[in-house]
T-cell receptor
Framework: SQTIHQWPATLVQPVGSPLSLECTVE??????LYWYRQAAGRGLQLLFY??????ISSEVPQNLSASRPQDRQFILSSKKLLLSDSGFYLC???????????????FGPGTRLTVL | AQTVTQSQPEMSVQEAETVTLSCTYD???????LFWYKQPPSRQMILVIR??????QNATENRFSVNFQKAAKSFSLKISDSQLGDAAMYFC??????????FGAGTILRVKS
């Protein structure tokens, strides 16, 4: 079976500090990977997606960047955090598995980021 | 650009009763997918049900069913025999070619015992 991991679960960072959030997927190969942000009480906004190693598409210009150094690893980064970067960050994957296709996304447990 | 609108910020239902959550969307594509996701207090996103736009038959998953009206661009979720564990935020989402999801703002569902 497939599983998706995110860490850390919770993070409190000062303004201007760097950020690195990691997401890994197990049990599948060549997945599509996604980073979403959810502001308090709001829906999810797609930030980045990747269809392969080194291939990153950005949906929203911002203070963040993403990288995919390995097939099943997706990293969200920032050089200098802003207050507005606070939120709940969710990683998701889609791919060919028994019972699903690239048209279905599965989400990780999320990271709650607070920038002070 | 595609949009998803959930006009009910909050809904309440009595345990064992039925509730319907509304969703409308806008897309210029003829082939797409629609989803309902559930987000409990743990904030884990859980897929509840999906609908392929090319299928006329409404999707069902146990107590969850949808009313998909393609011409009206409407996609409502019906929860039958509501249970306390159904209490959560529910998101409607649209996926077009490219596998990117666009989410609505969500509806908080409260279940009263």
């Amino acid at each position: 079976s497939q599983t998706i991991h995110q860490w850390p679960a919770t993070l409190v960072q000062p303004v201007g500090s760097p950020l690195s959030l990691e997401c890994t997927v197990e049990g599948t190969s060549n997945p599509n990977l996604y980073w979403y942000r959810q502001a308090a009480g709001r829906g999810l906004q797609l930030l980045f997606y990747s269809v392969g190693i080194g291939q990153i598409s950005s949906e929203v210009p911002q203070n963040l960047s993403a990288s995919r150094p390995q097939d099943r690893q997706f990293i969200l980064s920032s050089k200098k955090l802003l207050l507005s970067d606070s939120g709940f960050y969710l990683c998701a994957w889609s791919g060919r598995t028994s019972g699903s296709s690239y048209n279905e996304q599965f989400f990780g447990p999320g990271t709650r980021l607070t920038v002070l | 650009a595609q949009t998803v609108t959930q006009s009910q910020p909050e809904m309440s239902v009595q345990e064992a009763e039925t509730v319907t959550l509304s969703c409308t969307y806008d897309t210029s594509e003829s082939d797409y997918y629609l989803f309902w996701y559930k987000q409990p207090p743990s904030r884990q996103m859980i897929l509840v049900i999906r609908q392929e736009a090319y299928k006329q038959q409404n999707a069902t998953e146990n107590r969850f069913s949808v009313n998909f009206q393609k011409a009206a661009k409407s996609f409502s979720l019906k929860i039958s025999d509501s249970q306390l564990g159904d209490a959560a935020m529910y998101f409607c989402a649209l996926m077009e070619y490219g596998n990117k999801l666009v989410f609505g703002a969500g509806t908080i569902l409260r279940v009263k015992s």
